[in-house]
């Protein structure tokens, strides 16, 4: 039988110190399912998810977690759970998850020990992975996080299309390799509809606990770039903490180790920003079809969405303001009214720029003057893609680039003025 400890976990609603979990259940008693994936192994997506769910529980949520590396869990040796030892079960056949640090833990290490291989089949692991979610004895909880395994395969296209996840977290390290696989994790969450709540870059600085230098041992601010490329927010950066390897592996996180450790502090900020994440996320924009000459399926304009502090490149509101032209409403209240025609000429897809001298291939007088959409759709949650009654239709618009065009325009009207 799997050893529990007494439930200490802080009570579910409106008694939690963090702003309230918004949005309806994902599932009955679950408030919000959040992934935590990679694309890369090894860069600290297992210790990211604990010690972010202990951040969260710090925050005053009910956390639950599910070892979702089926192949290779390592939630209960960080969590200091005994492993090979079978969940109790409820009558009715539900499993009763193991609690520890007052979180819920479920994993398959739980099932098989630590050093015992589960071989299993494809779609024997999205089996095992329904069942750690749906057939789980939760209780009520705010957050469940799925630690996933890295890459992105089948387990990761099970679990976005089976389960109701209000988005996901991407882990990276500033790497160069590791940035490029997480962002190709990135856009196949995009491409299977799951919204992106932002990026963790893990292992950037380590400081010399002997003469105190800082050394950038894995460069710096990769991840930071990458979200502002993509559009997605930056969660934080986590140092590297030798601190946080040994309490890892002594089945004590730091968060609860070391609760007042920069590693620690940090994290409770990710989990502040991740909370404020899911809070914008249920204003957020849904996809869209957009037949623009009959305004047909035409998104929302969220002017109640807009926050000082929101995010330059997250649109709250798309609007065709008249025909010649595209509104659009960004969450820190900025906005831009788009001329349709200098969309068109600013098309940087490969046929428009030539893509390694970034030179221009479109010649504007060819560009009819009367060139507007026939139809815009949304790109995951990063971009816009226009269908042109002149025929052309492979361009994507970045909502990071639109930004950019707008400001470049505004300058260019203070020029003229
Ligand atoms: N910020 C950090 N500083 C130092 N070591 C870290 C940090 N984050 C994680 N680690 C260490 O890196 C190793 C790998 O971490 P972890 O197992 O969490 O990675 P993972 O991405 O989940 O791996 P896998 O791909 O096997 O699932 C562990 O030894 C962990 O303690």
């Known amino acids: ?8 976990s802080p009570q579910h609603g409106p008694d939690a110190l963090s702003p309230p979990p918004v949005g309806p259940e994902k599932l009955p008693g679950i408030r919000h399912i959040i992934a935590v994936g990679s694309g890369k192994g090894g860069v600290g997506k297992s210790t990211v998810s604990v010690n972010l769910a202990l951040a969260l529980q710090q925050l ?15 939630i209960p040796g960080m969590l200091g759970i005994p492993t090979g030892e079978p969940p109790a079960m409820t009558p009715q056949g539900r499993m009763i998850p193991a609690q520890k640090h007052g979180l819920k833990v479920v994993s398959m290490g739980m099932l098989t020990g630590d050093d015992k291989p589960a071989v299993l089949r494809g779609p024997m692991v999205g089996k095992y992975l329904k ?18 395994p890295p890459g992105t395969g089948d387990t990761q296209l099970t679990l976005a299309q089976s389960m109701p996840l209000s988005g996901v977290v991407i882990v990276t390290t500033p ?4 940035l490029k696989i997480a962002r190709r994790g990135l856009r196949m969450f995009e491409k299977v509809q799951v919204p992106i709540l932002g990026i963790v870059e893990n292992m950037r600085t380590f400081t010399c606990p002997h003469c105190g230098e800082s050394t950038d041992i894995f460069r710096h601010g990769g991840g930071e770039q990458m ?5 997605v927010a930056f969660l934080g950066a986590l140092p590297l903490d030798a601190d946080v390897v040994t309490c890892g592996d002594e089945g004590r996180p730091i968060v609860v180790d070391q609760p007042t450790s920069v590693s620690s502090q940090v994290y409770v900020t990710i ?7 899911l809070h914008a996320a249920v ?30 490149n997250t649109p709250i509101g798309l609007l065709r303001r ?8 960004w969450e820190d209240g900025h906005r831009d009214d788009f001329d349709v025609r200098d969309l068109r000429l600013s098309c940087h897809c490969a046929l428009c720029v030539e893509e390694m001298s970034g030179r221009k291939l479109l010649d504007p007088k060819t560009v009819r003057p009367d060139v507007s959409p026939r139809q815009i759709v949304s790109v995951g949650n990063y971009a816009i893609g226009f269908d042109w009654n002149d025929g052309h239709n492979s361009g994507i618009h970045s909502f990071s680039d639109l930004r950019a065009l707008g400001e470049r325009a505004m300058t260019k009207n203070v020029e003229n003025v």
Not at 1 to 8: A, S, V, Y
Not at 132 to 141: E, N, P, S
Not at 271 to 277: C, D, G, H, I, T
Not at 285 to 307: I, M, T
């Open 283 to 312: 204003a957020t924009l849904k996809p869209f079809v957009w037949k623009w000459d009959s305004n047909q399926g035409a998104p929302a304009w969220l002017e109640d969405a807009v926050r000082p502090a929101g995010a330059r």
């Open 271 to 277: 989990a502040a920003a991740l909370v404020a994440q």
């Open 175 to 178: 790497q160069a390799v590791s």
């Open 131 to 148: 069942m750690f979610v749906g057939g789980v004895q939760w209780g009520l909880l705010d957050y469940l996080i799925l630690d996933l």
């Open 60 to 74: 005053g949520a009910s956390v639950g977690i599910v070892d979702a590396d089926i192949l290779g869990p390592s």
């Open 1 to 8: 039988m799997q050893t529990t400890e007494p439930d200490h």
């Open 322 to 329: 008249d025909p010649r032209t595209l509104s659009i409403l």
């Open 227 to 231: 979200s502002q490329e993509l559009g």
